[in-house]
């Protein structure tokens, strides 16, 4: 078994899984399971100012979309931080802390954008025996409205105000959660890095409307015949949190601050491909809001065991694909490859068919006995193919080897060679 | 008497739920009062006796073979359709039901608009979605059978779709305007159903006579109990004829009470779709004994007594034959209480014409199943009490008697090899014993088209019969169309 156990900032915890600021984390009898469970670490449910507490909405708070059998994909929600008072909420996270040594306790953050506020609440979380604190900048409904989560996110001085004022009156590590709803990424991720955050967490949930209740003629999720946008998260929207931690990763001016990825993180492959896109430790939300807390079990030992088949420390992971995270222009235009399908797994559904021939480059031919084969002379290697097929790896890509005919454009397969230089290029020819 | 009575907008719910109610009671009196005479029986009882089994179990063995799909069960079974491309399944379905549109519009949430995918192209689509064959139709064709060898459950799937729509009383086809046409369509089964609705909704007017007292053919009277419960056989019959300007003759049988010149003169066209009526002969010494029957007989009185125990069934059967109706007369006499029951097929057990899942089906109910022997002699005084077999060989000469012969104790013996035209009116060119048509339908006699079982042509199946009646009266329409 390869080792999991994980320092993230300074803040140890047994595995690099740890719970999202979210409904999971709202409460004592919830973070003691997910502790019992095996998670590594928590950041607890956001709390406010003193005082008396937000109150949420009493219908529906979620909205969903679903795959096949009713697979849940996405959910929004409309919840917005604790609403239960913030002295119950710091006895609790004491009690848990001190009960649980091992296991990271970061508390989530969010009050009015004055310093007077951050100052109060950082005073008052101060014996907590919390880990670190996380800022919630991210929360797109309810409390955007009041000038705080998402609407501070949105602007970069903001995010460094309030950052330099927590590093200011707090010792404990700081990680600013981003929100992904903004143009560019990486104005706010290096604003935290100017207000002195010691790392970013990412993605907060994605601006949503889930669907139409096409009775009622409402958004969903419905409060007495009328919906507002909510927070989207779940394995749909894992891409875009993938992306947004790469631009992080990469960039010249956040390279090296460390980052939390979340977003869909669903099994131990999600928690690996966050991290090696370089995101030193993962947060879970929807996947145990689907499954319940014992899915770590399931990302623990996948984790290992992939680690231990790549002979592979944890650390080695994280960032390990940054490097070849690049932009459209690096790519190699003279790498070519084509779609195969192996005639042994093939279940002659015909997908790859309608979507190349209705869809694409009309390069998949269908016999009368129904055998689907590719034309090279045509396939521009797509993918889509392999992508709709419903067996796996039934359709692959072979890559063709350097000197060898593209029957397509009757060129053999040169050297690397991106856009920057193409010849097709206006700018490569103004550069000569 | 009970269907005479329920009108044709009637729902089929409140129509089913009368025939529950019909049925439950009839089952509490016999309860009450020949309890100790139901006991008294049992499958080892010697002869052919009623009640080998209690009311309770006959009513479970004679349930709902495959019960229906709830509405979660269907969207599950939904998801797993892949939506193929110029999908298999149609291809595989004699009247080329868009099988993976209608799952999806399942799986959207519109059963309505599945249903009506499927009745566009088989208006007993009902019907064929619990007969169907689909393991060696639609559902060997599934790409998941070759996947994982789980096909998608279409059949189950039609019938959500279908059974959702006809339970709403809803008929989802409308008659065009009259065209002043008549038809006459002689059958009332499968392919004369389908014939008669398809011309109806041209705007043709059309008269069904039928031979029975029921309509429906083999779906009222040739289909194994289990397979159609709550009498839906009548209550498709009267679904279907919503559409208007069909009117149905009993007990009419052509030859008999219906002439074909007549037909002929009076009507603008004239579709036979009147079945196979005859039975093949075993061929063998004492089949005149008592208690040697058609199982096409038995399967037809099972069908039309409600009450089960009434049923008198013997402790030992013997089964001839290989098709479905040895399967569903076997079965059936075992889930009466029969102690042994055993199918002899004179060929080798891979060209019974039961399929796999049939097969399976009846051994799994407790039916034993002899291949390679063929019936010599029925031995007994004046009833059947054993029967002599010779074994086979199948070689490339035809099938031999060899010397080898075994006896089976019978004291009821069900014919079921095969069945016959007869009657066939005179004029009309036959082929292989049926009425030669060509792929439209089209007899030698100028004006009439055959289709079904009494046609050359398809597997004897219901959905085979259901494309032949369908695409007969295309042809006639356009018949009628051009003429016009």
């Not at chain 1, 891409?239 to 960039?251: D, K, Q, T, Y």
């Amino acid at each position: 078994m390869a080792d999991l156990s994980s320092n993230f900032i300074g803040i140890t915890s047994p595995n690099p899984f740890w719970l999202a600021s979210a409904p999971p984390t709202d409460k004592e009898y919830n973070v003691r399971r997910a502790f019992d469970a095996g998670w590594g670490g928590v950041v607890w449910k956001t709390l406010g100012s003193e005082g008396p507490p937000i109150v949420n909405v009493s219908g529906p708070r979620y909205g969903a979309i679903w795959g096949a059998d009713r697979r849940l994909l996405g959910l929004n929600n409309i919840e917005l931080i604790t609403d239960r008072p913030l002295q119950v909420n710091l006895e609790e996270i004491r009690r848990v802390k001190r009960d649980y040594p091992d296991r990271a306790m970061v508390i989530s953050l969010m009050v009015p954008c004055d310093e007077e506020s951050w100052k109060d609440i950082l005073h008052r979380i101060e014996d907590t025996g919390a880990d670190g604190v996380e800022l919630n900048f991210g929360c797109p409904h309810g409390m955007a409205e009041r000038g705080m989560g998402s609407a501070v996110g949105q602007v970069p001085e903001y995010i460094e105000m309030v950052t330099a004022w927590v590093k200011h009156y707090s010792k404990m590590p700081c990680i600013v959660k981003l929100t992904p709803n903004v143009t560019s990424i990486l104005p706010p991720a290096m604003a935290a890095k100017r207000g002195g955050a010691d790392a970013v967490s990412l993605i907060n949930t994605i601006k949503s409307v889930t669907n139409v209740d096409l009775d009622h003629f409402s958004p969903f999720p419905m409060i007495d015949g009328q919906g507002s946008h909510g927070g989207y998260c779940g394995p749909a929207v894992k891409p875009i949190a993938l992306n947004m931690v790469g631009e992080i990763a990469r960039h010249a001016d956040t390279r090296g601050l460390p980052i939390s990825g979340i977003g869909g993180v669903t099994t131990w492959r999600d928690a690996a491909e966050f991290m090696a896109m370089g995101a030193g430790n993962v947060q879970v939300c929807t996947a145990v809001m689907t499954y319940g807390f014992k899915i770590v079990q399931e990302m623990i030992s996948g984790l290992s065991q992939y680690l231990d088949q790549k002979q592979m420390s944890l650390n080695q992971l994280v960032g390990r694909a940054v490097p070849n995270f690049v932009e459209w222009q690096d790519l190699n235009l003279n790498y070519v490859t084509k779609a195969v399908i192996s005639q042994d797994d093939c279940i002659k559904c015909g997908r790859c068919y309608a979507a190349c021939e209705d869809t694409s480059h009309q390069a998949i031919a269908m016999s009368e006995d129904r055998t689907f084969t590719v034309k090279d002379d045509e396939c521009v290697a797509c993918n889509l193919c392999v992508n709709v097929c419903p067996v796996d790896n039934c359709i692959t890509m072979k890559t063709l080897p350097k000197g060898a005919m593209d029957e397509r454009t009757g060129r053999e397969v040169g050297d690397y060679a991106n856009w920057q230089t193409h010849p097709n290029n206006p700018s490569s020819h103004a550069a000569e | 008497m009970l269907e005479r009575k329920v009108t044709k907008n009637s729902a089929l719910a409140i129509f089913y739920l009368l025939i529950k109610i019909s049925t439950c009671a009839s089952l509490g009196q016999k309860n009450s009062k020949t309890g100790s005479l139901a006991l008294s029986n049992s499958p080892l009882t010697p002869g052919i006796v009623a009640g080998r089994l209690p009311v309770a179990a006959l009513a479970d063995n004679f349930a709902d073979h495959t019960p229906p799909l709830d509405r979660h069960e269907a969207r599950v079974a939904a998801d797993r359709c892949y939506f193929c491309h110029d999908a298999p399944c149609i291809t595989a379905c004699p009247t080329s039901i868009d099988i993976p549109l209608f799952i999806r519009q399942i799986a959207t949430g519109t059963p309505d608009a599945a249903a009506k995918t499927i009745l566009a192209q088989n208006i007993l689509g009902g019907m064929c979605a619990r007969v169907c064959p689909t393991e060696t139709l639609c559902e060997e064709a599934c790409v998941r059978e070759a996947a994982e060898g789980k096909p998608v459950e279409i059949g189950s799937l039609q019938r959500f779709a279908t059974d959702t729509l006809m339970a709403k009383g809803v008929h989802p086809f409308t008659r065009a305007t009259p065209t002043g046409r008549k038809v006459a369509v002689v059958g009332a089964g499968p392919a004369g159903l389908a014939c008669a609705h398809r011309l109806a909704m041209k705007g043709h007017d059309v008269v069904i006579s039928d031979a029975r007292p029921k309509a429906g053919g083999l779906n009222e009277y040739g289909i194994a109990s289990y397979k159609s419960t709550n009498d839906f056989a009548q209550a498709e019959v009267e679904w279907l004829l919503q559409i208007g300007g069909i009117t149905l003759h009993h007990g009419k049988a052509l030859g008999r009470d219906v002439q074909l010149a007549d037909l002929q003169k009076d009507y603008d066209a004239v579709f036979l779709g009147m079945g196979l009526a005859g039975v093949n002969a075993l061929r063998a010494g004492g089949e005149e004994k008592s208690n040697v029957q058609n199982a096409v007989d038995f399967i037809a009185t099972l069908r039309q007594t409600a009450d089960k125990a009434t049923l008198p069934i013997g402790r030992d059967v013997v089964v001839i034959g290989g098709g479905m109706t040895a399967v569903d007369a076997a079965v059936q006499s075992k889930l009466l209480g029969a102690e042994n029951v055993t199918i002899v097929y004179r060929r080798g057990q891979e060209k019974m014409s039961a399929s796999g899942y049939e097969q399976e089906h009846a051994t799994s109910a407790g039916v034993r199943i002899v291949c390679n022997a063929a019936p010599v002699a029925v031995h007994g005084d004046a009833a059947v009490s054993e029967v002599e077999f010779a074994y086979t060989e199948d070689t490339a000469n035809g099938l031999t008697l060899t010397a080898q012969t075994f006896r089976l104790k019978a004291d009821q013996v069900f014919k079921a090899i095969g069945q016959s035209l007869t009657g066939a009116p005179d004029g009309l060119t036959l082929s292989g014993g049926k009425i030669a048509t060509d792929a439209a339908g089209r007899t030698s006699l100028a004006g009439v088209w055959a289709g079904g079982d009494c046609a050359t042509g398809g597997d004897d199946l219901t959905v085979t019969a259901v494309a032949e009646g369908r695409d007969a009266a295309e042809d006639i329409h356009a018949h009628l169309s051009a003429r016009a």
